[in-house]
């Protein structure tokens, strides 16, 4: 960040902004007004909106017509960008950016395309999963193809106490080797180089945030193979249980995307999935994703 700091110093020395965060729904979502990422920002800007991203989970910039560097450069504000293990679907020169799309260039998919449409909690799979992604949408088709946001704070502290104390207790496996198996067949094989770099990692199914000390449900219908201890069968019947509980309409914000919507996601307290569209029609999106630490509860 310090790095940032000096170049928008050095670029506009009246680099702060005046936002408005309004709220998109009851349960999470907000929309950040007043901040036009084609400026340079400050530190006072960067506060403002990692505190609404804590208060808020999801926080929505619209009109965004901005560069891939540039994209870049305002989600380092927020920490450290992984760089995805499928290296066949990232930005050409800009590695840090992740194509999700259904677009084709000779033949050949551009980018990740049908597993996000159960839901997940972005890089669940790694010992050190996410803290957080940045989603910018390039084209996106004239109806369907929204994203789901379902609170995990909120879905935790509803559950029944008995459901609530055994989640409490179990640990997760997150195995992106077993979700790239069972949801992205369409792709070419992983390589054993990539497997190489993709053992399982485990988590507590429900975790701690470290800035706010709330608890959140952490587990994926698409990355979570199982718990730990609990026959595969039975964990996904689970696992199923529990993700239709999370995605009542109470607990979800259903977002609607629009060219140059950058909608910035917590992954420690939320999930997300897309909705189906028509297929015919193009869908074009660059990630970045932040790094996260450990979890724990």
């Not at 590695?95 to 669940?124: C, M, Q, T, W, Y």
């Not at 789901?148 to 992106?176: G, H, I, K």
Request: glycine share 4%.
């Amino acid at each position: 960040r310090f790095e940032n700091e000096v170049t928008s110093g050095m670029a506009d020395l009246s680099s702060h902004h005046s936002i408005t965060v309004t709220p998109l729904s009851p349960e999470i979502g907000a929309e950040v007004k007043g901040l036009d990422l084609n400026q340079a920002i400050d530190e006072t800007t960067y506060q403002q909106v990692r505190d609404a991203l804590l208060k808020h989970l999801i926080l929505l910039f619209r009109d965004q017509d901005i560069s891939p560097e540039q994209h870049i450069t305002f989600s380092r504000w927020f920490g450290e960008l992984s760089i995805h293990v499928v290296s066949d679907c990232l930005l050409p020169d800009h590695p840090e950016i992740l194509v999700v799309s259904n677009v084709k260039e000779n033949g050949r998919p551009i980018g990740l395309h049908g597993s996000s449409r159960l839901f997940h909690s972005d890089i669940a799979y790694q010992d050190e999963p996410s803290m957080g992604s940045l989603f910018l949408c390039r084209e996106c088709p004239p109806r369907g193809g929204e994203t789901e946001f379902a609170n995990m704070y909120a879905a935790y502290e509803a559950l029944p106490e008995e459901r609530r104390t055994w989640l409490e207790q179990q640990r997760v496996v997150n195995d992106y080797i077993y979700h790239y198996e069972a949801y992205e067949k369409h792709r070419k094989p992983l390589t054993d180089e990539q497997k190489a770099k993709l053992k399982p990692a485990v988590h507590p199914a429900v975790r701690t945030h470290p800035e706010t000390g709330r608890k959140a449900i952490f587990l994926s219908q698409s990355h979570t193979s199982h718990f730990e201890g609990v026959e595969i069968n039975e964990s996904r019947r689970i696992i199923q249980e529990v993700t239709e509980f999370c995605a009542q309409p109470q607990f979800v914000y259903r977002h609607r995307w629009r060219t140059g919507d950058l909608v910035f996601w917590d992954n420690r307290c939320s999930m997300h999935r897309v909705l189906p569209w028509d297929d015919q029609y193009r869908r074009l999106m660059h990630r970045t994703t932040i790094k996260g630490d450990k979890p724990y509860i």
